[in-house]
């Protein structure tokens, strides 16, 4: 347990700030308008489209009344200890903020992401047995585009005003931002990026014998040129068994890979202007991503055997993965293979970036958003939102979850020290050396996501499955060669070839531009 939920309690004060800053002229001029084009700048991004409309009014006054209060329900995907730590905040909302304001939240969880979403297009499509549609949920972009598109969702820029919206990262509201006329859907409430762990216990000895540097680890091509230089010093540890060495690398969420490298190569393979889409494969950009991910693969220096990467290091099949924020807790504290069991330390570090490449990281992790109904329903959801990403409140959840906070002023160590002294939370030091990683890091890298578009859950299965697909059947060849008395070369080179690539390049196009022209 991680949080000391009664000193918590016992400790926390609810504060209601009313911000009254004045709107910065200078930033309007900036882009060479006047207030009285508004309506033309309002086209220039889904993100200044929402700052514009709200610089004309604000926040509706309140529709509650504390002597009749209004239900909401949640549906949300967390578990263990994220779902304990999102409840307990619920709880005190409840009975501080909740209560004052005329506002009761039960909160539901639906298992996984995909059940989650599973039971939302059943509530939708009226599927017989399937449950009302919740007040609020958990959503991913493309499944919230979805949603929207069905015109289901409130639009939450009714309930913002600039300060409010200043409050938070900009990129975090820029992506909840999906409806055709620009205005806000998502309500960004706890998001991540990718980090690396790595098993340090088993890096050290591996580093002194061959000179492998972390510094190295920094582009994914040193870190395939660690990975082979892992696999070969680990098959001479057993001269007498050849091409047995073992996998360095792996990683989580493939589709962050095709998403990312791409970006980091200045190319959006989403790319959405005007509601309309551009599939974007350029074949040199995408050879170097095939040249740094399924070519490491098909020769074994890079792993994936179970169903995520922290369970490869776990089973020692792999000593380092790139993979989310929130799955830090999840990196194991020991090795557990056949033969041994031993404990071991680790090391978070940057994700690898494309070597020449734009520090682009990839953003990611489900905002919430509030189904359309009634004004006061509509409101006492917000007013919930709002309370929940406040800095205090949104960085103990992140301090369980792993889950970046959503306002600028949070994303900071000592914000977080702050909040972790103040109300006595015990904090796993995964996540604490997750957290801090990142928020060091902010100033250095932009996050990335691309726009929301029809079929956009469709193609990025196609990412994230289309070459793991191909790599599980070419592996399983090069293994059976292998075991035939071929060498590793000799058992790779037919699936190497310019052939080879040329095959698969096609067949990815063909498969991307079919799931987005259904």
């Given at each position: 347990?991680?949080?000391?939920?009664t000193?918590?309690i016992k400790?926390?004060k609810?504060?209601?700030?009313v911000?009254?800053?004045?709107?910065?002229?200078?930033?309007i001029r900036k882009?060479?308008?006047?207030?009285?084009n508004?309506?033309?700048?309002?086209?220039?991004?889904?993100?200044?489209?929402?700052?514009?409309?709200w610089l004309?009014?604000?926040?509706?006054?309140?529709?509650l009344d504390?002597?009749n209060?209004?239900?909401l329900?949640?549906?949300h995907?967390?578990?263990?200890?994220?779902?304990?730590?999102?409840?307990?905040?619920?709880e005190?909302?409840?009975?501080?903020v909740?209560?004052?304001?005329?506002?009761?939240v039960?909160s539901?969880?639906?298992?996984?992401?995909?059940?989650l979403?599973?039971?939302?297009r059943?509530?939708?499509?009226?599927k017989?047995?399937?449950?009302?549609?919740?007040?609020?949920?958990?959503?991913?972009?493309?499944t919230?585009?979805?949603?929207?598109?069905a015109?289901?969702?409130?639009?939450?820029?009714?309930?913002?005003?600039?300060?409010?919206?200043g409050?938070?990262?900009?990129?975090?509201?820029?992506?909840g931002?999906i409806?055709?006329?620009?205005?806000l859907r998502?309500?960004?409430?706890?998001?991540?990026?990718?980090?690396?762990?790595?098993?340090k216990?088993?890096?050290?000895?591996f580093?002194?014998?061959t000179?492998?540097?972390l510094?190295?680890?920094?582009?994914m091509?040193?870190?395939?040129?660690t990975?082979?230089?892992?696999y070969?010093w680990?098959?001479?540890?057993?001269?007498?068994?050849p091409?047995d060495?073992?996998?360095?690398?792996?990683r989580?969420?493939?589709?962050?890979?095709?998403?990312?490298?791409?970006?980091?190569?200045?190319v959006?393979?989403?790319?959405?202007?005007n509601?309309?889409?551009?599939?974007n494969?350029?074949?040199?950009?995408?050879?170097?991503?095939?040249e740094n991910?399924y070519?490491?693969?098909?020769?074994?220096?890079?792993?994936?055997?179970?169903?995520?990467?922290?369970?490869?290091v776990?089973?020692?099949?792999l000593l380092?993965?790139?993979?989310?924020?929130?799955s830090?807790m999840y990196f194991?504290?020991q090795?557990?293979?056949?033969?041994?069991?031993?404990?071991?330390?680790?090391l978070?570090?940057?994700?690898?970036?494309?070597?020449?490449g734009?520090?682009?990281?990839?953003?990611?992790?489900?905002?919430?958003?509030?189904?359309?109904?009634?004004e006061?329903?509509e409101?006492?959801?917000?007013?919930?939102?709002?309370?929940?990403?406040?800095a205090?409140?949104n960085?103990?959840?992140?301090?369980v979850?792993?889950?970046?906070?959503?306002?600028?002023?949070?994303n900071?160590?000592?914000?977080?020290?702050?909040?972790?002294?103040g109300?006595?939370?015990?904090?796993?030091?995964?996540?604490?050396?997750?957290?801090?990683?990142i928020?060091?890091?902010?100033?250095?890298?932009?996050?990335?996501?691309n726009?929301?578009?029809?079929?956009?859950?469709?193609?990025?299965?196609?990412l994230?499955?289309?070459?793991?697909?191909?790599?599980?059947?070419d592996?399983?060849?090069?293994?059976?060669?292998?075991?035939?008395?071929?060498?590793?070369?000799?058992a790779?080179a037919?699936?190497?070839?310019?052939?080879?690539?040329?095959?698969?390049?096609h067949?990815?196009?063909?498969?991307?531009?079919?799931?987005?022209?259904?």
């Amino acid at each position: 347990m991680y949080i000391n939920y009664t000193n918590l309690i016992k400790s926390k004060k609810i504060q209601i700030n009313v911000i009254t800053n004045k709107i910065d002229q200078s930033e309007i001029r900036k882009e060479g308008k006047s207030m009285k084009n508004r309506k033309k700048w309002v086209k220039v991004t889904a993100f200044t489209a929402v700052s514009v409309l709200w610089l004309s009014g604000c926040a509706p006054k309140s529709p509650l009344d504390a002597k009749n209060p209004v239900s909401l329900t949640i549906w949300h995907y967390y578990n263990g200890s994220q779902q304990a730590a999102f409840d307990m905040l619920v709880e005190e909302f409840n009975n501080t903020v909740g209560r004052e304001k005329g506002i009761f939240v039960e909160s539901y969880s639906q298992g996984s992401v995909s059940d989650l979403e599973t039971a939302i297009r059943d509530s939708i499509n009226g599927k017989v047995g399937a449950e009302a549609m919740p007040d609020i949920f958990s959503s991913y972009a493309d499944t919230a585009y979805e949603v929207e598109q069905a015109g289901a969702l409130a639009n939450l820029s009714e309930y913002l005003d600039k300060e409010e919206l200043g409050k938070y990262v900009d990129s975090y509201m820029k992506e909840g931002c999906i409806a055709t006329d620009g205005t806000l859907r998502i309500f960004p409430t706890a998001k991540s990026t990718e980090i690396m762990m790595l098993n340090k216990t088993d890096w050290e000895p591996f580093a002194a014998e061959t000179g492998a540097s972390l510094d190295h680890l920094r582009t994914m091509e040193g870190v395939t040129a660690t990975a082979q230089a892992y696999y070969e010093w680990t098959d001479s540890q057993t001269p007498d068994v050849p091409g047995d060495g073992k996998a360095f690398y792996g990683r989580d969420a493939l589709a962050n890979y095709f998403i990312i490298g791409m970006r980091q190569m200045g190319v959006e393979i989403f790319q959405v202007e005007n509601g309309e889409l551009t599939i974007n494969t350029p074949k040199d950009e995408l050879r170097c991503l095939w040249e740094n991910y399924y070519v490491p693969m098909i020769k074994g220096y890079f792993g994936a055997y179970g169903s995520f990467r922290s369970d490869d290091v776990k089973t020692g099949d792999l000593l380092a993965y790139t993979g989310s924020t929130s799955s830090a807790m999840y990196f194991p504290n020991q090795v557990e293979s056949d033969t041994s069991s031993y404990p071991i330390d680790y090391l978070v570090l940057q994700a690898p970036v494309l070597e020449g490449g734009e520090r682009f990281a990839v953003q990611q992790g489900a905002g919430m958003v509030v189904s359309k109904s009634d004004e006061k329903h509509e409101y006492a959801a917000v007013e919930f939102l709002k309370w929940f990403t406040e800095a205090d409140n949104n960085l103990q959840f992140g301090c369980v979850s792993g889950y970046l906070p959503v306002l600028k002023e949070a994303n900071n160590v000592e914000k977080l020290d702050q909040v972790i002294e103040g109300h006595q939370l015990e904090v796993a030091p995964k996540t604490y050396d997750c957290l801090t990683t990142i928020f060091k890091e902010m100033d250095s890298m932009t996050l990335y996501t691309n726009k929301s578009f029809s079929n956009g859950s469709a193609a990025r299965k196609v990412l994230e499955y289309h070459l793991a697909d191909q790599i599980t059947g070419d592996r399983a060849e090069v293994v059976s060669a292998m075991e035939q008395g071929k060498s590793l070369e000799e058992a790779c080179a037919p699936y190497l070839t310019e052939e080879a690539f040329e095959e698969w390049y096609h067949s990815f196009c063909d498969a991307l531009n079919h799931v987005v022209n259904k």
